[in-house]
């Protein structure tokens, strides 16, 4: 299903209707940037090549009222260098104390979106593995979990302490999705919810990046 639809993909465009590739559309937001639509598949696709079970979960990062000091340009690069650094280490101690503990690979797409008053906000989904990871923890400052792990990597890609950050990591209602290599249901429930990042409307184009993911 996956080469075939790879295949026979168009060059670009918007998407309208209700599913995608096979893949169920959150339609109501449409319509639908066709290349991201394409990225969250490939990321999806690749998190499930690798690990058949895979731990998927929305977040939103949001900036401080003073937000038009940040450099935009590079926050979302620090955040993810410095998640991924946190989530390395975990594993490498998970790994001392048990040699059968489970690695993962991190993957993610993104997107940028403006509110009121053209204040910014990035919407995630972040893969990891299942085996490795299956929740996100309490959401308070402090514990040694998922959550925290955002929000000190968020404090850091803004340059202000964990303290400070509180707030602005916000995990999105029904955020997490535990999905299966060959269980499109599974799929099809992750996919719906990632779409609203590939949603045309919101996104400011231009001088600015408004959609990533993650490579390989």
Same mark, same amino acid.
């Given at each position: 299903?996956?080469?075939?639809?790879?295949?026979?993909?168009?060059?670009?465009?918007?998407?309208?209707?209700? %599913?995608?590739? /096979?893949? @169920? +559309?959150?339609?109501?937001?449409?319509?639908?940037? @066709?290349? %991201?639509?394409?990225?969250?598949?490939?990321?999806?696709?690749?998190?499930?090549?690798?690990?058949?079970?895979?731990?998927?979960?929305?977040?939103?990062? @949001?900036l401080p009222?003073?937000? /038009?000091?940040?450099?935009?340009?590079?926050?979302?690069? =620090?955040?993810?260098?410095?998640?991924? &650094? !946190?989530?390395?280490?975990?594993?490498?101690?998970? !790994? =001392?104390?048990?040699?059968?503990?489970?690695?993962?690979?991190?993957?993610?797409?993104?997107?940028?979106?403006?509110?009121? $008053? $053209?204040?910014?906000?990035?919407?995630?989904?972040?893969?990891?593995?299942?085996?490795?990871?299956?929740?996100?923890?309490?959401?308070? +400052? $402090?514990?040694?979990?998922?959550?925290?792990?955002?929000?000190? &990597?968020?404090?850091?890609a803004l340059?202000?302490?964990?303290?400070? #950050?509180?707030? *602005?990591? %916000?995990? #999105?209602?029904? &955020?997490?999705?535990?999905?299966?290599?060959?269980?499109?249901?599974?799929?099809?429930? *992750?996919?719906?919810?990632?779409?609203?990042?590939?949603?045309? &409307?919101?996104?400011?184009? $231009?001088?600015? %990046?408004?959609?990533? /993911?993650?490579?390989?």
């Amino acid at each position: 299903m996956f080469q075939q639809a790879l295949n026979n993909r168009e060059q670009s465009g918007l998407v309208d209707g209700s %599913h995608f590739e /096979g893949y @169920r +559309l959150m339609n109501d937001k449409g319509p639908f940037d @066709r290349k %991201h639509l394409e990225k969250i598949v490939d990321v999806m696709q690749l998190a499930l090549g690798e690990h058949p079970r895979t731990f998927a979960f929305r977040i939103d990062l @949001r900036l401080p009222s003073d937000w /038009g000091t940040w450099d935009e340009r590079r926050m979302i690069d =620090r955040f993810i260098s410095s998640f991924k &650094a !946190k989530i390395m280490h975990s594993r490498d101690m998970a !790994k =001392r104390r048990s040699p059968s503990a489970h690695q993962t690979a991190i993957r993610y797409v993104w997107a940028r979106e403006e509110g009121q $008053g $053209g204040r910014p906000h990035y919407h995630f989904v972040i893969f990891l593995n299942n085996d490795a990871f299956n929740n996100l923890g309490t959401y308070e +400052l $402090g514990r040694d979990n998922l959550f925290n792990r955002m929000t000190e &990597a968020w404090a850091s890609a803004l340059g202000i302490t964990p303290d400070a #950050a509180e707030g *602005l990591v %916000h995990i #999105a209602k029904n &955020a997490v999705y535990r999905i299966k290599a060959g269980d499109l249901h599974s799929q099809n429930e *992750l996919f719906y919810r990632a779409s609203y990042l590939a949603k045309d &409307a919101t996104k400011v184009r $231009g001088s600015r %990046h408004c959609f990533g /993911g993650s490579r390989g």
